[in-house]
């Protein structure tokens, strides 16, 4: 609760005064830490003690009006919570974040959690900006998952181009992004990725973009959607051209940039693009990048009111859960411990990279050269046929290994009416089977060595039986 | 985490055997209470203690593959947290629930989430029978405000009713309700509600939306969309005859029941109205109905397909904490637990309107008879000039009671570029000014007693004053 | 931690300034609920909330010295914590409390241990006083069991009275009560309680005590030692008539007020006693009158030095769990709580008891009439066979009853080489077997229910077998 | 609570039965480790996770009859808990450990505390064992303060020598440790310690030892106690050859080990005094060893019988919290884990006295070579005058340094009457004012630097004032 414990006038009998004096000298830092944090609104240099983190919390808790005392309730809405490890768990925030119809606005009835959410906010704003988009001007945390959310920025941009029926799609085959278009009512228009002569990767079609700019009528584009983040071999969509196509044409720019936040390099990406082309909006999941549990997105951008125009479209009030756990996990990282967990990302990102080439030697297998794709690698299986890729990924899972993914060619999907040859490849021509391994936020040394450990004896395995 | 701690062998060196023996015995019936909830599905006649729950809740999460011992994570997602403190209060959930594109489907690297998950929904489903709907057969927990949940509904309405491009709405003057269609993309139909003879409150125009009905092109109308819970002097909708247009004209029928689960009355009219009419999914709110922190929804139907399809409809996988919350506070409760809330409510409520009833005529006041608004009430004051109202409602505030609204007739809103006159007031016509009460579940005595002493000293003091 | 969270100056982009002003007044109440419990350093007449007890014990932990940032511990004590589990359950307390053989010095690197155990103390002195004994000038928790601190008193005595080597006891059949004294190394003169025409009580032996005072050596006379609440059907000895030869022969007089304090009745025997005779010190379990875990005791008495000199014979600094388990409980039960939890017992005492006479009549049982025993009952079995009384005693706690004691004459136990005839009865005379039911603080009427018919259930059963 | 929750069964319509077969199978690791615990009893090779000890304790927990459901409690002490927050932070264990007038036995109404005790001491055994103490045959924790636990031990050993007197001590300067023997009532007989040849520091004079065991009537002493940690210059006594007098003479002889056990050294002193001499007991502090709160020793010793008398000396029954604090503490630890701790520590230590030999030249102070004192080391300020020493610091811990301690001659203090010329410097003779600065187990490299930093800056301060 925010109270003031005054020891000014303490008994001697209690304690000693010159004792106490030490005691609480001790204490300024802390106290200039959350002044800091209330004034610049800025993520910390350094990580907090979770002591720290948990006394601000309880504090704005307390600013609440279900946490006041000799209160009465009798609305339809009190935030009364009927079970103690409920109102324990959510340090007694009841109230939501934002007002019917805004998720930005500040309730009158839930302080502390206005001031939770504005300031997680604030707090993602400077991450953003610390990641490498520079430019970005304002972001917010919107509780539902990445591709709601993108749902969301697609019906909120429906409302300034009332024709539009059409999305412009660089083809991703991974369904929830695919969904939240035809969620939102929108006919995606999907432009198949291709290859190139740069490596071994996917590559955005542009000219396949242009040509359907010029082909549909402009009003009735909503927006084209770009992908960065995602399982190679398909690489980052060159946003940067996509950027100029949209600029030159008018039409919005959205970047799903999924668990592309915790990577320099795709906000670099998104810093340049816009730059020199147009980037509407781009939204990032925050348990990817944040390391939280799943069910919250970003949405970020270039400009306020476009920004705002989404947090405006969300009907009703919404859960500060996810605001919670972000704001926790930034205070308890830092500005410091963030930098450098993506820091060592990369490197480890580079490390398995380069172990997976000498492995890959060893047993016939490639690792193909995908140069912008940051996370995520592919590795084909020469000598696999063709029903025994899935049957290879199960059994890295009963060994332990979680979220290798193995893709092979052949297979037909139809998404809400929609058809997707060889699905799980994001494009229409064959190609050997897979496997693909990203090294994500988080990742340790020891995740590497074990996986590559079973991955290799794996391998060894089916040559014997081949044999 | 989940195993068995096996004592049959264990030392006499640490426990004699018969001591032990006793103390086994005494497990047994927390033994049965878990057996039965995973066998039957159904809410625990009476509330569990807070370490059973807990214990379950553990035993759960030890089944997702993030708390695995021994495991490597090559995934994208890996669930990893990064804060002790979020992972405590998420008891070590990270994976959320449901997959892409799929609310209800399990997921294999989170077992205890789908299984959280799909239990949750089970109780669910077990209390709204329990509350009165008896055939209500499918119910899902979706982690939004109400107002998002029902654009979900109206979006996924879309995909089966292509055409549509209108919903036709009783007024209720409440934003999210609104916006909740115009964020879909539909063009509301405002029908006024109107007088009647019957008593003081406002009353859903029946004969107004068969006109619109007949007037329209039947298939341009996604569905009708009526609201049982409100702020009086508003009714509940007249649910009965309007689920009786629906079924005639082939019209999908949505309520929206965002308090009225804890009224048994509400419940039994949206039981009443499926069986003699037509009404597709009735949609409330877990923080109001359910007293858990705000953010989350249920969507229930009487159709497993219609409803399925909702959650088909979400893109990405979401949020399990609010299934968290829910799962505990009903195992915290109970049935009877649950039902005796409902109950107590109930006569508070009736209490509350009797008291009201006294003191108002002391002051010259009235509480309007609302006979189908069995949460809230409104009291007319005949005195008020017109701009005192407001400063009326937060000179309550400022005295510690929340939840309360002061309504004048005169002001227009313009929401989404339709216009409301009289915003507030859910009708065109000029009325008294008027403040409502609500007794919502988890009211007590207490707070009824602390508002009336209050509500009373305020009206003694403008009285003094005018005189 | 203690901190000031300053929002004076927070942006209005966090929250409206006027939202912010109406939660911070609501605050006052907590603010000055701390400050009185810091200047008057009394029980707070009403229970607080779990949030406020647990900010101030935060706010005192953080005046550690093991809790201050940035420092560096060069000492052989330094209260580092290995276990986070450990730290967080004492909520980072580490350094114990007192200094180096004495339990009252402050600690200059405890600050906050320091006044967590001065309060308790102070706020342990105001019970006493309420609960009837006015004249208590000073009282200290000592973190040990009852016994264990006996032991301390007497040790402590030993200082001032160096030639004493006995303790005139009456006898009361528990064996750590006796334990208290041998192991201190003195030789207990046990002085056998006595009937009496009053009723079915056993009594203290006036005459008894008075001739073994005669015709020992006074100094040789460490003091007497007391026992107010014991199993019936023993009495609460004669302590005002035990005080009046204390006096008289100036010797010390330490009563074991066990579990005594939660009884009015005990507690005013004390004061009238040492208002006409002479009681040195009163002794008393936290765990069996506060309803904390077993591991504390105190010690109470009418002059400051007496009691202090206990505090500076424990060698060594003590854990300062007992302390804060006191002082959160004491915080949440308020004056108001404990007061009402005594009324409570003493009713569900005569409630017990009325009912028990009841039942007895039927079976052939009687209660024995025991007026100075207000919390334990004695039903004496006329049809039960000597060995069937243990029997019995565990047939009933295998039904779930625990704490009833079966006592039957004719067992001789000899402890530290002392011999008592028919241990259990307090007497050497044969009795009949009899069982022993009490009603101790926090006993509910379920639990006598409960209680009453098992028992009931049982003496049937019995009563058939016999026939 | 101890229940076995069993998916064996459950619903298709929760989740497909192999993903859960996946889920369960990963859970044996740590099914095994807890078997492991409770069959070996030994301390776990590795650390445990936080989830599985609270996973343990909370089963222990469920089997003391106070969590029992459905039970009735009838007598004067049922482990009522009052205050949830108290109750949450002993994991519902209200019984404390021991019944009355043994600290070992198993309570009948206690089952997991009884578990938990004994494996504590279990697990402590084995940990002495691994640090050396090899032939240690048996201990047990005692929830006392070191001090308390050596009265204790003198207590219990007069019961076997009842004519004793005298304590033959070899002069400490700390407080409790002489107030363990007058408070137990005998006549400390001290015996200084000697400036050798073979360095700077005190040792143990043998031969005056051994005159006053001549000297004085054999059955008059109750024991020898030497002291191996201690403050420097004072080393470690030399325990080899007491243990030969004390078997030569048949004197009970226990060591004061307060803080020896973090290290090998001490341990090996300990079992190898043993071997050629005789050692009854060796008593260390929990807190200073193990990382837990205050509060707690360890009695242990070569034969069961000796240490068990002390068990049964201690009158009452007494706390569990600090047997709870270590189990919970070594569980997490794992044996590897302290043994890793204990030579982190060994290794700071050398490198604090390396780096202050350099400071010290600097600054013409001096480290005291103290050969066998491997935890704490003294440091000569040559230049400083008498009154100045503690001001020096006092004005290290207001810069952050705690634990130094600033000793000079020249001070008389009297303890109990017992008058100690050149108090704390342990000897009669004048030395020069020193500093001492221990590294003891959990000490960082931090810790040191920061000290290092601030001391040399100190030691500059001074001497620029001097000029």
Known sequence: MYIKMDFSKISEKLVPANYLKLALDSQKSREIQVKELLDKRKLPENGWSDELIEYVVHQLAALDSNNFEHKAGLGEREARIACGLVAQRHYRFGHGIGRSGDLLEAQPKAVGSTILAQLTNALL???????????????????????????????SLRKVRPKAKHILWSRIDQKSCFKSMTTAGFIPVIINTQRSNEDEGLYTSIEEFQKKMEALNKEEILCIMSTTSCFAPRNCDNIIELAELAKKYEIPHIVNNAYGLQSTYYCHQIQQAQRTGRIDMFIQSTDKNLMVPVGGAIVAGFDETTVQNVAKSYAGRASSSQSLDVFMTLLSLGKTG????????????????????????????KVLETKSNRISLAI??????IDEPTKFGSMLYTRGISGTRVVASGCTKTIDNFEF???????????????TVAASIGITEEDINIFLRKFSDLLKKYKEKEQ
Chains 1, 2, 3, 4 share one sequence.
Not at 344 to 360: D, P, T
Request: glycine share 4%; with cysteine; hydrophobic share 40%.
């Open 380 to 385: 084909t299986f020469e000598s696999l046929s």
């Open 125 to 155: 704003l400077d991450l953003i900006q610390s990641m490498g988009v520079q430019s970005c001007k304002s972001c917010f945390l919107v509780p539902m998952a990445t591709g709601m959310t993108l749902t969301l920025c697609f019906l």
């Open 338 to 365: 963030y930098l450098n967990l993506s820091k060592a990302r990369k490197n480890l990102f580079m490390e398995l990279k380069q172990k997976l080439n000498v492995i890959s030697k060893q047993h016939g297998c």
């Open 421 to 435: 040859k060889n699905w799980g490849t994001h494009e229409d021509l064959v190609s050997l089977p897979y496997i």
